[in-house]
């Protein structure tokens, strides 16, 4: 088993930044992948930005270009999103995950451990 725990969510103004944490624990892989993906109010969860962990290759929405940056540490077995330029339809619940392997996957599916989530609110 993975643990997945998200931190660093909050409430923030628009054109404002945030910075995601998800820590993760447990069983480890060779190779894996970790995503940040986002469930907007009345919405499905969507993909926002991978990261594959031994090479550090990115994959991003469209939504979320030059805006969001993923990174790992990966002594501290940590993935980060630094989140620029906030809008207000960036407000949702951000989730950490990961799965085996190097492909950035943006489907959700593909991925297999899952963390709680951690809620971003962006006010106008």
């Known amino acids: 088993q993975v643990q997945l725990v998200e931190s660093g969510g909050g409430l923030v103004q628009a054109g404002g930044f945030l910075r995601l944490s998800c820590a993760a624990s447990g069983r480890t892989f060779s190779s894996y992948t970790m995503a940040w993906f986002r469930r907007a109010p009345g919405k499905e969860r969507e993909f926002v930005a991978a990261?594959?962990?031994?090479?550090?290759?990115?994959n991003y929405a469209d939504s979320v270009k030059g805006r969001f940056t993923i990174s790992r540490d990966v002594a501290k077995n940590t993935v980060y999103l630094q989140m620029n330029s906030l809008k207000p339809e960036d407000t949702a619940v951000f989730y950490c995950a990961v799965r085996s392997g190097t492909n950035l996957y943006a489907r959700s599916s593909a991925y297999d451990y899952w963390g709680q989530g951690t809620q971003v609110t962006v006010s106008s």
């Open positions: 990261i594959s962990w031994t090479g550090g290759s990115t």
